[in-house]
Each structure stands twice: as structure tokens, then as C-alpha cells.
């Protein structure tokens, strides 16, 4: 059975601080690994995918890939209020994105 | 607008009655599929679809059916729904390798 792990939280970061996200995952077959934000009573959007090992940045986000740990991570610079969310990781056996195995989420809140 | 739907938004239905939610996309992705939503476990893959008529099943498919007729539809159907079905359920599409576009998820309870 894959697994995707995440501490549920909730993690309470101050506004301006970072934040980071963390998700460790079984299958060392895993090719690619995604975090999805969703709010409360919304669905899951997309922030950032990553497939090699090593750091992937996009404006404030910056994820984080270490196949040899099973670790993928989420880095969140200068966070603020609208940051406040539940972060999904997920992992993709290949490098198509059909059959996705999601973690069960970290509630972030930013406190201003 | 490029969306993805679906309907009901919110059903309220009793065990063994059979029951549809529609999905539909107006993006011409090849992928779709159905996730359900548990506090606590997350969201989980019932089945997905990379094709018309290709079809596949996730982590969680019993009790549930699907088809793909249509490149724009992936209907999700509970021939007999029992309470263990009652969840937040997402349909979802994309083009290969690329982001999956989630619907806005339909709230289903089984009394």
C-alpha cells in the first residue's frame, strides 16, 4: 500500500515568518510529488510540483525533494494570513499525474 | 470558463436508492477522476479515467461505478449506497503531466 505521511497540525506560524511543510511518503517508486492548498469548504488547488531531487522555486514557495529520504517538503516565505490552509501533499508513480496518492493534510494558520 | 462541475452540489439520499453525480469538463482533458474526502484519511482515488472509454480503478473503487462515454463527462454512480459512502466527493481533470483541476465537490450523505 502507498503511503503519503503529514503531520496533521495544526501549525501556527507568524505573519512575515516561514513555513514549512513536511511529507514523507513509502513507495521509493514515487516519480513525481505535488502540493495542492485547499481552504476550508473549498477544493484543492495546485501550488507547485516537483520531479527531481533538490529545490523547485516559485515566488514564495520553494519545494523541496530528497528521493533518498522519501521526503518532499513545502517552504513558505513571508507568510501571510491568506497562506491559512490545509496543505495536501501527494505522489505520482509515474510522471503523469492520473493516479495521484494524496497525504492527509496540514492545517497551516498564519497569525497576524 | 474553463471549469470543471459537478451535480448535485449537496444530496441527501437513504441506503440502496441508486444515485448519479455528473462531472463535466470544458477543457478537453484526456485525465479525469473521483476522489472522496474523510477527515482524517484524507483524499482518496475511487477511479480515474486517461481516456474514453479507459477506465481504472483507484485506492477505494468498491461500491462504486464509473463511466467515460464522452471525453468531457465521467459520471460517478453508487448502485446501492450504504452510510459508509456518505463523504465530500471530487471530481477532477488534466491533460497529461499537468495540473489536475478539481471540481467544487459534492456533499454526500447516506441515511
Known sequence: QKEVEQNSGPLSVPEGAIASLNCTYSDRGSQSFFWYRQYSGKSPELIMFIYSNGDKEDGRFTAQLNKASQYVSLLIRDSQPSDSATYLCAASFNFGNEKLTFGTGTRLTIIP | ?111
Open chain 2, 1 to 111: 470558463e474553463a471549469q470543471v462541475t459537478q451535480n448535485p452540489r449537496y444530496l441527501i439520499t437513504v441506503t440502496g436508492k441508486k444515485l448519479t453525480v455528473t462531472c463535466s469538463q470544458n477543457m478537453n482533458h484526456e485525465y479525469m477522476s473521483w476522489y472522496r474526502q474523510d477527515p482524517g484519511l484524507g483524499l482518496r482515488q475511487i477511479y480515474y479515467s486517461m481516456n474514453v472509454e479507459v477506465t481504472d480503478k483507484g485506492d477505494v473503487p468498491e461500491g462504486y461505478k464509473v463511466s467515460r462515454k464522452e471525453k468531457r463527462n465521467f459520471p460517478l454512480i453508487l448502485e446501492s449506497p450504504s452510510p459508509n459512502q456518505t463523504s465530500l466527493y471530487f471530481c477532477a481533470s488534466s491533460y497529461r503531466d499537468n495540473e489536475q483541476f478539481f471540481g467544487p465537490g459534492t456533499r454526500l450523505t447516506v441515511l
